[in-house]
């Protein structure tokens, strides 16, 4: 079965640090381009990073020079490492496969997701 | 960016009645392959989101006949035939045609 399972979620502090887990079942994601996606609470989707198959990695705007994506093939795990929190960053962190194969097959777009995990800053 | 932008934004709906969502786009949607990467995205409540339709009008594995995606170019739309208790939720629409790839704010339907 194809499935997506995050965990690292938490309640942290403005100015702290988090680092979120992505494991994959049913498939390879060194095969894959990955990506997480939030939700603020009540709000719409949010497109967040990418990690392509072939290594590159790119950002929205508003997380960029904060949050890292990264990924262990070996544990065929996706993570995300995310600095600097602030009191919007806030949110439900759904990983997804952003498209399949090594060179993105669109019809795949965000095809798999997980259950999400909450990520709170507060003070 | 790609601009989607969703009406209505809340949709009460009679259950057995025929629901309409539409999207737009700021930009043509039509990719240089040819195809158009529009897809719809349901979430239930206090679920994650589930892709119903890809490129316009495919439906996923398992999404039932009642739904039905249409259009082109820069205006499309999620059809529901017959509205039942277990569609309620929030309806989203995504472009993956022009990079980032973009969502539109969400259309919530509940059952009047």
């Known amino acids: 079965e194809v499935q997506l399972v995050e965990s690292g979620g938490g309640l942290m502090q403005p100015g702290g640090s988090l680092r979120l887990s992505c494991t994959a079942s049913?498939?390879?994601?060194?095969?894959?381009?990955m990506s997480w996606v939030r939700q603020a609470p009540g709000k719409g989707l949010e497109w967040v990073s990418v990690f392509y198959a072939g290594g590159s990695t790119y950002y929205a705007d508003s997380v960029k020079g904060r949050f890292t994506i990264s990924r262990d093939n070996s544990k065929n795990t996706l993570y995300l490492q995310m600095n600097s929190l602030r009191a919007d960053d806030t949110a439900l962190y759904y990983c997804?496969?952003?498209?399949?194969?090594?060179?993105?097959?669109?019809?795949?777009?965000?095809?798999?997701w997980g259950q999400g995990t909450m990520v709170t800053v507060s003070s | 960016d790609v601009v989607m932008t969703q009406s209505p934004l809340s949709l009460p709906v009679t259950l057995g009645q025929p629901a309409s969502i539409s999207c737009r786009s700021s930009?043509?949607?039509?990719?240089?392959?040819?195809?158009?990467?529009l897809n719809w995205f349901q979430q239930r409540p206090g679920q994650s989101p589930r892709r119903l339709i890809y490129k316009v009008s495919n439906r996923d594995s398992g999404v039932p006949d009642r739904f039905s995606g249409s259009g082109s170019g820069t205006d499309f739309t999620l059809k529901i035939s017959r509205v039942e208790a277990e569609d309620v939720g929030v309806y989203y629409c995504?472009?993956?045609?022009?990079?980032?790839?973009?969502f539109g704010q969400g259309t919530k339907v509940e059952i009047k």
């Open positions: 997804t496969r952003y498209c399949s194969g090594p060179s993105c097959h669109r019809s795949d777009a965000f095809d798999i």
């Open positions: 995504m472009q993956a045609t022009h990079w980032p790839w973009t």
């Open positions: 049913g498939f390879t994601v060194s095969s894959n381009y």
């Open positions: 930009q043509s949607l039509v990719y240089s392959d040819g195809n158009t990467y």
